[in-house]
């Protein structure tokens, strides 16, 4: 039996990267052995790291000799990104058999939640046609990648909130040629503190969570 929906959201301030994923694969284990374990949301902010999913070409690298921070293969969707200080990271560990089954569904309710929470700070953003994230016109701000174990989920997006963005210069990010990101600061000329942007994605995430309920029509498989 699935338990009710709940969502347990945590601040974690800065965590290591590898520590971060061991931490997720052992709740998902938990996670996936238990059906009543309630879904749980982690924000946290990382130490700079490049990662790239599960893909054979990694051409988003351009090689790895000449990166400046560590690099993770880890079991996501999606190219390189880099992870680091003054990016909001947020780890959903949720059981999608609560919500449909329905893959495609969950990464547009992120991509709305970020729009929603952007939309908090005066940032009007958006989607783009066959392209996961999230935009301000044509700058991204926001990243999502999800790895899916029985319907267990892991990972999940990395907002770009402050600080220098230099370290993407040296991939190609999500293997967008040209791309250009930006961050709530570059938008609006304005510094927030990462705890305060955590807390308000804590917030609509706890609101927004019953439209993952809706059109609960399972899709084909999980990946």
């Known amino acids: 039996m699935i338990s009710p929906l709940s969502l347990e959201t945590l601040w974690l301030g800065r965590v290591d990267f590898a520590e971060a994923l061991e931490r997720q694969e052992t709740l998902v284990q938990a996670k996936r052995a238990d059906a009543a374990a309630p879904d749980e949301l ?8 490049y990662t790239i999913g599960r893909t054979l070409d990694r051409s988003s690298l351009r090689g790895t000799e000449h ?4 690099l993770f293969p880890i079991n996501r969707g999606g190219q390189a990104t880099w992870h680091g200080p003054g990016q909001l990271v947020g ?10 089954q329905d893959l495609h569904r969950y990464l547009r309710w992120i991509e709305a939640l970020l729009i929603d929470v952007l939309a908090r700070y005066g940032i009007s953003a958006a989607t783009r046609a066959g392209l996961t994230g999230v935009w301000v016109e ?6 999502i990648g999800v790895g899916v174990r029985q319907w267990v989920t892991m990972h999940g997006f990395a907002l770009n909130v402050s600080g220098d963005l230099t370290a993407f210069d040296q991939i190609t990010p999500c293997g967008i040629d040209g ?3 930006t961050s709530i600061e570059k938008e609006t000329g304005k510094s927030h503190r990462l705890e305060e942007i955590a807390a308000t994605v804590a917030e609509k995430a706890r609101t927004n969570l019953p439209a993952m309920q809706k059109h609960s029509t399972p899709t084909a498989a999980a990946i």
């Not at 780890?91 to 449909?100: A, H, I, K, P, V």
């Not at 044509?138 to 990243?143: E, G, L, M, Y």
């Open 67 to 70: 990166l400046p921070h560590p």
């Open 42 to 49: 982690w924000l946290l902010e990382h130490e700079p790291v």
């Open 179 to 181: 791309v250009t990101m």
């Open 138 to 143: 044509d700058r991204k701000i926001a990243s």
């Open 91 to 100: 780890y959903f560990l949720l059981d999608l058999r609560r919500y449909g």
